[in-house]
């Protein structure tokens, strides 16, 4: 099997599946029960704790652990003002656009410039209203992979004084990141970056807008009520301790596997659009568009010949639909449809991404001459 879906999830790494063993071997207490077992629990929650807080550079208070990125974006929405003001796009994850439907005050869904596929910071500026609370976007973009210039953006919400969260799921373990000045909140999901599944962690700077979404015990500093998710934590600290460690050559990896990837196709087929490519775009992310052909028919068709990629986030995949971020970009539906995400890890092999070229040029060229689709 060749898996390119990355995006959606990650494979568990074997050296993070090893650290859970070694604790399922030896059954942790909780946390907050005061004999010896309880307190060695204690103790490897605060390693893990000290650990993710060094690798963003807060204080292990500045971090509250969730069941993934979705329940952190629902906290940050629903802590707002109901007489505030959101500023957000339409294309952010679902997890986004539906929390913000549900939010009673005013919300602005920034559309990209025509052909554009991030938002910019003329348009968040223009957009600041005197009752703006807060401005919530992704760091990069999980279909397309192109990226948002954080920084620039976070320079105008200090100038505001508006506070500004940004998805950054599809960022993590891809490239380095640090929240830069004027970001005050980031959400991130374990199972993007290699770490179990349900587990996820927001970084909340101090004075940053959060109200607890689940309500209980005084755990997290009273962020977050219940016990504490203590195999998962372990499992996301060593995930992140893995991925720093490959910094120095896995985006480099990625990317450059990425880039073959689309050369081998736009050598051997016409007519594909490679959707953001003179935008910055994060190295593991080929979002491609096979004119002339159903994506559906031949994502389908791959994972026959055991390949496995998506029609878009996994989040929304599920159906039928025509990308709602394609089509927010301005791409024809025809083109939408036809599209493809090709997301890769740093398990990714050349001889995975050759496998890849070889069978899609030989499916692509079939379903063409079989297709009443115009090319």
Avoid at 179 to 190: I, Q, R
Avoid at 252 to 258: A, P
């Amino acid at each position: 099997m060749i898996y390119l879906d990355n995006n959606a999830t990650t494979f568990l790494d074997p050296q993070v599946a090893e650290t859970l063993e070694a604790f399922l071997q030896n059954p942790l207490g909780n946390p907050s029960s005061i004999h010896r077992v309880g307190q060695r629990a204690k103790g490897v929650l605060f390693a893990s704790l000290g650990q993710v807080a060094a690798h963003f550079g807060v204080s292990p208070r500045e971090l509250v652990f969730t069941s993934g990125a979705t329940e952190g974006l629902n906290t940050l929405i629903r802590s707002l003002p109901q007489n505030g003001h959101l500023i957000t796009s339409s294309l952010e994850h679902v997890a986004i656009l539906e929390a913000a439907k549900q939010f009673q005050g005013s919300v602005t869904f920034l559309d990209p410039l025509e052909g554009r596929g991030a938002i910019t910071k003329e348009q968040v500026e223009r957009a600041i209203q005197s009752s703006t609370s807060l401005i919530l976007l992704s760091s990069t973009n999980n279909e397309t992979g192109i990226e948002t210039d954080i920084e620039a953006i976070g320079e105008i919400a200090l100038q505001n004084q508006i506070p500004f969260a940004v998805d950054a799921v599809a960022t993590l373990g891809k490239k380095p990141f640090k929240l830069p000045p004027g970001v005050g909140a980031a959400c991130f999901s374990g199972h993007k970056i290699h770490a179990p599944q349900g587990i996820g962690v927001v970084v909340v700077r101090k004075g940053f807008p959060w109200h607890p979404l689940i309500l209980g015990g005084p755990q997290q500093g009273e962020k977050r009520g219940g016990t504490e998710n203590l195999l998962g934590i372990v499992g996301f600290a060593k995930a992140l301790e893995l991925a720093h460690d490959h910094l120095a050559r896995a985006p480099q990896q990625m990317e450059e596997l990425r880039n073959l990837l689309e050369e081998g196709l736009l050598k051997n087929l016409p007519d594909l659009v490679i959707h953001g490519k003179e935008e910055r775009r994060i190295g593991n992310i080929s979002n491609i568009g096979f004119v002339g052909v159903e994506g559906e028919t031949l994502l389908m068709q791959l994972d026959l010949k055991g390949i496995c990629v998506s029609h878009g986030s996994a989040c929304s995949s599920g159906t039928m639909a025509t990308s709602r971020v394609l089509q927010n970009m301005g791409m024809p539906g025809s083109v939408a449809r036809s599209s493809l995400r090709f997301s890769l890890s740093r398990f990714t092999t050349l001889e995975e991404i050759e496998a890849t070229i070889s069978e899609v040029t030989t499916l692509v060229t079939s379903l063409r001459s079989l297709s009443h689709i115009p090319v």
